[in-house]
């Protein structure tokens, strides 16, 4: 079975700083992948940034990375440069040889001006 | 290009009707898949659709059932409403049959109000 935890229920940060989300997760899937979507209050759901499980380097996407370590299940998100349109629900996401995506709970971001 | 678009945005039902909610791929995607979302259950995957044919359902009871046509377009259907079936609806669509590979984007959701 396939888990994904996010422990930070809420967060908050000030404008132009770095935030780190935490995210682990468990999988019986040898090829799998990992993904961060954003939820503003459009609910509008929108792919960050996609890591995939083979790979040893971690993904970056302009202002958004990763700290990807296989052997500890954790996938986490670095926000740098933090922007007022940052503020959204962030989702951590599971996925292996379907598109089936097993996310986690998510964490409200606020980014404070 | 057209994102995925999903009708209708907001319903309203009471307990015991059913329902149908529609999601439309992005054109030349193949793949759409449904997503229910709610606050104490977050979001649970409910089943994906490839080629007309599905492909992986989630732990949801009979009454959620789904079809995809030719063109890639995708129902989904609620029978015997329940109050805990009030929820976001997100359908998503990708190009391909799965793998991270590809990636999966989501329509803006239906917004379903049982009473």
């Known amino acids: 079975a396939q888990t994904v935890t996010q422990s930070q229920p809420e967060m908050s940060v000030q404008e132009a700083e770095t935030v780190t989300l935490s995210c682990t997760y468990d999988?019986?899937?040898?090829?799998?992948?990992l993904f961060w979507y954003k939820q503003p209050p459009s609910r509008q759901m929108i792919l960050v940034i996609r890591q995939e499980a083979y790979k040893q380097q971690n993904a970056t996407e302009n202002r958004f990375s990763v700290n990807f370590q296989k052997a500890a299940k954790s996938f986490s998100l670095k926000i740098s440069d933090s922007q007022l349109g940052d503020t959204a629900m962030y989702f951590c996401a599971s996925g292996g040889a379907t598109n089936k995506l097993i996310f986690g709970t998510g964490t409200l971001l606020a980014v404070q001006p | 290009k057209a994102g995925v678009t999903q009708t209708p945005r907001y319903l309203i039902k009471t307990r015991g009707q059913q329902v149908t909610l529609s999601c439309s791929p992005i054109s030349g995607h193949r793949s759409v898949s449904w997503y229910q979302q709610t606050p104490g259950q977050g979001l649970q995957f409910l089943f994906e659709y490839f080629s007309e044919t599905q492909r992986n359902k989630g732990n949801f009871p009979g009454r959620f059932s789904g079809r995809q046509f030719s063109n890639s377009r995708s129902e989904m259907n609620v029978s015997t409403l329940e109050l805990g079936d009030s929820a976001l609806y997100l359908c998503?669509?990708?190009?391909?049959?799965?793998?991270?590979?590809?990636?999966?984007?989501f329509g803006p959701g239906t917004r379903l109000t049982v009473l």
């Open positions: 999988t019986s899937e040898n090829n799998y992948y």
């Open positions: 998503a669509s990708s190009l391909a049959a799965g793998g991270g590979t590809d990636t999966q984007y």
